[in-house]
Nanobody, 119 residues
Framework: VQLVESGGGSVQPGGSLSVSCAAS????????TGWYRQAPGKQRELVAH???????NYVDSVKGRFTISRDNAKNRVYLQMNGLKAEDTAVYYC??????????????WGQGTQVIVSS
């Protein structure tokens, strides 16, 4: 099982970016999934997560600007980021709690994708 992120990049303040994450491998089910981020010199923080049923949760600093969604059929999770601010600059990591076929349930992480918000 692996998670592969795509998207991200550089944008000016107020702009938009999206990141996506695809899970692949012998997957039986994916429970909840979402995104963390880590800015230079700071601890990794949860940005948003979404359950299998579609319930979402966001860190206060991104509420109203970011939207998380998932495609269960494609084993993908997306993060649409609007109204980006300089403080959103970070490496964004996808994670998912996955039950593999013939395996134990645990958390998996992507390799991270850089988001830079700068004028």
């Amino acid at each position: 099982v692996q998670l592969v992120e795509s998207g991200g990049g550089s944008v000016q303040p107020g702009g938009s970016l999206s990141v996506s994450c695809a899970a692949s491998g012998n997957i039986k089910s994916i429970a909840y999934t979402g995104w963390y981020r880590q800015a230079p010199g700071k601890q990794r923080e949860l940005v948003a997560h979404i359950t299998g049923g579609g319930s979402t949760n966001y860190v206060d600093s991104v509420k109203g600007r970011f939207t998380i969604s998932r495609d269960n059929a494609k084993n993908r999770v997306y993060l649409q980021m609007n109204g980006l601010k300089a403080e959103d600059t970070a490496v964004y990591y996808c994670y998912a709690v996955i039950t593999p076929i013939n395996g134990i349930t645990r958390a998996y992480w992507g390799q991270g994708t850089q988001v830079i918000v700068s004028s």
